[in-house]
Nanobody, 115 residues
Framework: QVQLVESGGGLVQAGGSLRLSCAAS????????MGWYRQAPGKQRELVAA???????NYADSVKGRFTISRDKAKNTVYLQMKRLKPEDTAVYYC?????????WGQGTQVTVSS
């Protein structure tokens, strides 16, 4: 499996921007896709964005046009650029990596958007 370390969360006003980073280490060669999920209080964890090793991306409808997922292969790092943030984007954001046989999660990073 891999170890995932997230960073970049924080407090921002509505309309602002943040960039999350997720650095992977370990069995990175076996990763098929990486993604960002989020979980708000009282709600289920949901997919925000994902990117495959081939570079294909997928976004939740609620973030399309505002969030961008990207990767730096040399740094084994995936980023989530978040723009035009809304209070409803407030959640703990988790990095995820998946292979054919396992999935790994980061510890989560809090994103709070004030109105």
């Amino acid at each position: 499996q891999v170890q995932l370390v997230e960073s970049g969360g924080g407090l921002v006003q509505a309309g602002g921007s943040l960039r999350l980073s997720c650095a992977a280490s370990g069995s990175i060669f076996s990763i098929n896709a990486m993604g960002w999920y989020r979980q708000a209080p009282g709600k289920q964890r949901e997919l925000v964005a994902a990117i495959t090793t081939r570079g294909s991306t997928n976004y939740a409808d609620s973030v399309k046009g505002r969030f961008t997922i990207s990767r730096d292969k040399a740094k084994n790092t995936v980023y989530l650029q978040m723009k035009r943030l809304k209070p409803e984007d407030t959640a703990v954001y988790y990095c995820n990596a998946e292979s054919k046989t396992w999935g790994s999660w980061g510890q989560g990073t809090q994103v709070t958007v004030s109105s």
